[in-house]
């Protein structure tokens, strides 16, 4: 089945303390993206990535880590999480960038305490 | 600065109403807008991908169109019904075909039967 994977879907930790949101799919697709989604300001992209070893900021990548190592996967890192970064999390890829649609994974929800 | 907005923020339409959602953006060099549906506790779903020299797309019961020059989508429900009860989004990618993505914040639509 066709799909993008995150891990954890749930996480609550401590604020400093190192962490990372798997994201995988499983369709050779090119462009993946990170999301956070807060009340009130909605959707706002972290980082993207056009390909292996290829990424870029979106509108809010302060506090945030990413790599693209594998076609496949686009772990998102937070080296140092504060309260700020609690949030539902969303990974997206897709086959042709801007050519087809974006396809999301189920979200991971993270409390920073 | 790419912003977008959406009006209504949320609507409530007897089932079988035809309606009509809004979605405006600043700046016109998009590459392509996107509209979505998201469940709540859930990821998004993408609904139809319009590029940035289309006028509009269709799928079923829905239809999207864009007047880019005016920064101005509709995503189009015809004969509403319950199961459409779920926000919708619309997203603009910037000027490549790899590039930033804009959420707009999103409209609520509440179909009763």
């Known amino acids: 089945e066709a799909q993008v994977t995150q891990n954890p879907r749930y996480l609550i930790t401590v604020t400093g303390k190192k962490l990372t949101v798997t994201c995988s799919q499983n369709?050779?697709?090119?462009?993946m993206s990170w999301y956070r989604q807060d009340p009130g300001l909605g959707l706002r992209q972290i980082y993207y990535?056009?390909?292996?070893?290829?990424?870029d900021k979106g509108d809010v990548p302060e506090g945030y880590k990413v790599s693209r190592k594998e076609k496949r996967n686009f772990p998102l890192i937070l080296e140092s999480p504060s309260p700020n970064q609690t949030s539902l999390y969303f990974c997206?890829?897709?086959?042709?960038?801007?050519?087809?649609?974006?396809?999301f994974g189920p979200g991971t929800r993270l409390l920073v305490l | 600065k790419q912003e977008v907005t959406q009006i209504p923020a949320a609507l409530s339409v007897p089932e079988g109403e035809n309606l009509v959602l809004n979605c405006s953006f600043t700046?016109?060099?998009?590459?392509?807008l996107q509209w979505f549906r998201q469940d709540p506790g859930k990821g998004l779903t993408s609904l139809l991908l319009?590029?940035?020299?289309?006028r509009e797309q269709t799928s079923g019961r829905l239809n999207a169109s864009l007047d880019k020059s005016s920064g101005r989508s509709t995503l189009y429900i015809a004969a509403s019904q319950p199961g459409d009860s779920a926000t919708y989004l619309c997203?603009?990618?910037?000027?490549?075909?790899?590039?930033?993505?804009?959420f707009g914040p999103g409209t609520s639509l509440s179909v009763i039967p």
């Open positions: 997206a890829s897709s086959p042709g960038g801007g050519t087809k649609t974006q396809y």
């Open positions: 369709m050779n697709h090119e462009y």
């Open positions: 990535s056009m390909n292996v070893e290829v990424t």
């Open positions: 700046d016109s060099a998009i590459y392509n």
């Open positions: 319009i590029q940035s020299s289309q």
């Open positions: 997203a603009v990618m910037g000027e490549t075909s790899y590039d930033k993505v804009i």
